[in-house]
T-cell receptor
């Protein structure tokens, strides 16, 4: 079974520039998550999708971050404009939501963003 | 608001030792708890998931226990190997549809 795919793996940009990350979840997984992991910290959830609808975006800085999952499969996370404090690894995860199940999450390799 | 801490932040042990990693959480109303491994520059790999009704889970040399009432989980690694060197993260999911809250991780180095 193929895992969660993310691209690019690395990105370096100047502050105030825009950047976009792409995620392809495991086939059949309806739930998709984007996390931000700052160096030395655990991942923090930015947004959760169930199919193409947003379930939780309470920690997404909506003035500069946006995400979409138009067809309920692939997802894109965008930052516009980027700030220095956005330097982090952006992780995508997916899960298959079974009723009463454990919703185990499977993670992609992440995109390491450096904002100069 | 759920808060998750992990002690120690870093640990260095000689190969062959048995070791325990600790995870504490402030809200005991959890749905499940998951332990992950993260290698440098990589994503997270799931190790063990414990449902709130369970006391422990085992996989190979790994054993995770859960004590909800005290807000603690431990990950026991038997006969550690250099290949176990990584950062170990615990994550807690709340009872009311909340998403995972992660701890900051424990960085483990197993010396040959």
């Amino acid at each position: 079974e193929a895992g969660v795919a993310q691209s690019p793996r690395y990105k370096i940009i100047e502050k105030r520039q825009s950047v976009a990350f792409w995620c392809n979840p495991i086939s059949g997984h309806a739930t998709l998550y984007w996390y931000q992991q700052i160096l030395g910290q655990g991942p923090k959830l930015l947004i959760q999708f169930q199919n193409n609808g947003v379930v939780d975006d309470s920690q997404l800085p909506k003035d500069r971050f946006s995400a979409e999952r138009l067809k309920g499969v692939d997802s894109t996370l965008k930052i516009q404009p980027a700030k220095l404090e956005d330097s982090a690894v952006y992780l995508c995860a997916s899960s298959y939501p079974l009723a009463g199940g454990n919703n185990e999450q499977f993670f992609g390799p992440g995109t390491r963003l450096t904002v100069l | 608001k759920q808060e998750v801490t992990q002690i120690p932040a870093a640990l260095s042990v000689p190969e062959g030792e048995n070791l325990v990693l600790n995870c504490s959480f402030t809200d005991s109303a959890i749905y499940n708890l998951q332990w992950f491994r993260q290698d440098p520059g990589k994503g997270l790999t799931s190790l063990l998931l414990i449902q709130s009704s369970q006391r422990e889970q085992t996989s190979g040399r790994l054993n995770a226990s859960l004590d909800k009432s005290s807000g603690r989980s431990t990950l026991y690694i038997a006969a550690s190997q250099p290949g176990d060197s990584a950062t170990y993260l615990c994550a807690v999911r709340g009872n009311y549809g909340q998403n995972f809250v992660f701890g900051p991780g424990t960085r483990l180095s197993v010396l040959p």
